[in-house]
């Protein structure tokens, strides 16, 4: 994939040390998806580029190369940085490392960044963090084409009910608890339907809903744990 040196609307996902003097960085951009570019001399005491490949910074990039590692031309900031603190910031490196992890390299996915821009902001809010983070989860499975049918029992296609227990079959979906045998996870009717309806405040609401979407999203990251997860506290 070539890229020509139009302006590309981009986020910095993740930086790492690069030859003497620069850094190797991936962006998230709204054109191209997720890519990879080298920005030459970035870590020099007087570069421009410098303050600006800081993460949660919304930018304008210009990169060039025909290769699958592209060299960063030219970047300035397209508005304020993005201020994430305490459990926010943890949250917003989670994100991050679930882009990095799902995404493949050069797929354009201008939903997911139309949502990764939306959650980043509200986090900078600092409020329903839990919830906040709960939906983008949802939605990025939906956006990713993997999108979780609550609503509806798998098999008999009846309408989830608040007062049952469903348990999860990847591929198929929810299936109704008919048995006292809860060796399976379980989930409430009333958390997917709070899911779905994306009014996540009751607290076991919260807590089913966060052992789901762990469940869901461990079989499209495989083994290898999250790096951002160890920051947690739970």
Same mark, same amino acid.
């Given at each position: 994939?070539?890229?020509?040196?139009?302006?590309?609307?981009?986020?910095?996902?993740?930086?790492?040390?690069?030859?003497?003097?620069?850094?190797?960085?991936?962006?998230?951009?709204?054109?191209?998806?997720?890519?990879?570019?080298?920005?030459?001399?970035?870590?020099?005491?007087?570069?421009?580029?410098?303050?600006?490949?800081?993460?949660?910074?919304?930018?304008?990039?210009?990169?060039?190369?025909?290769?699958?590692?592209?060299?960063?031309?030219?970047?300035?900031?397209?508005?304020?940085?993005?201020?994430?603190?305490?459990?926010?910031?943890?949250?917003?490196?989670?994100?991050?490392?679930?882009?990095?992890?799902?995404?493949?390299?050069?797929?354009?996915?201008?939903?997911?960044?139309?949502?990764?821009?939306?959650?980043?902001? %509200?986090?900078?809010?600092? $409020? !329903?963090? #839990?919830?906040? /983070?709960?939906?983008?989860?949802?939605?990025?499975?939906? *956006?990713? &084409?993997?999108?979780?049918?609550?609503?509806?029992?798998?098999?008999?296609?009846?309408?989830?009910?608040?007062?049952?227990?469903?348990?999860?079959?990847?591929?198929?979906?929810?299936?109704?608890?008919?048995?006292t045998d809860w060796q399976r996870q379980v989930y409430r009717g009333k958390s997917l339907i709070?899911? %779905?309806?994306?009014?996540? $405040? !009751?607290? #076991?609401?919260? /807590?089913?809903?966060?052992?789901?979407?762990?469940?869901? *999203?461990? &079989?499209?990251?495989?083994?290898?744990?999250?790096?951002?997860?160890?920051?947690?506290?739970?």
């Amino acid at each position: 994939m070539s890229i020509n040196n139009d302006s590309h609307t981009a986020f910095v996902l993740h930086t790492r040390l690069y030859r003497e003097t620069s850094l190797l960085v991936d962006f998230f951009t709204a054109e191209h998806g997720r890519m990879s570019a080298v920005a030459r001399g970035a870590r020099r005491p007087k570069s421009m580029q410098k303050g600006l490949l800081q993460s949660f910074q919304p930018l304008l990039l210009q990169v060039a190369g025909k290769n699958e590692l592209k060299t960063v031309c030219n970047v300035e900031a397209q508005s304020m940085a993005i201020r994430l603190t305490g459990q926010a910031l943890f949250c917003g490196m989670y994100i991050n490392e679930l882009i990095m992890r799902l995404l493949h390299s050069g797929e354009p996915l201008p939903g997911v960044f139309k949502r990764y821009s939306e959650v980043i902001k %509200a986090l900078s809010c600092n $409020q !329903n963090i #839990e919830s906040t /983070l709960r939906l983008f989860e949802r939605d990025l499975l939906e *956006l990713l &084409g993997y999108g979780l049918p609550l609503l509806h029992e798998a098999y008999s296609g009846d309408t989830i009910k608040a007062d049952n227990f469903y348990y999860y079959e990847v591929e198929k979906g929810f299936v109704l608890q008919l048995t006292t045998d809860w060796q399976r996870q379980v989930y409430r009717g009333k958390s997917l339907i709070a899911l %779905a309806q994306g009014e996540l $405040q !009751n607290k #076991e609401c919260l /807590l089913d809903c966060k052992r789901l979407l762990r469940y869901v *999203l461990s &079989g499209f990251l495989g083994n290898k744990p999250l790096k951002s997860r160890e920051l947690f506290l739970s």
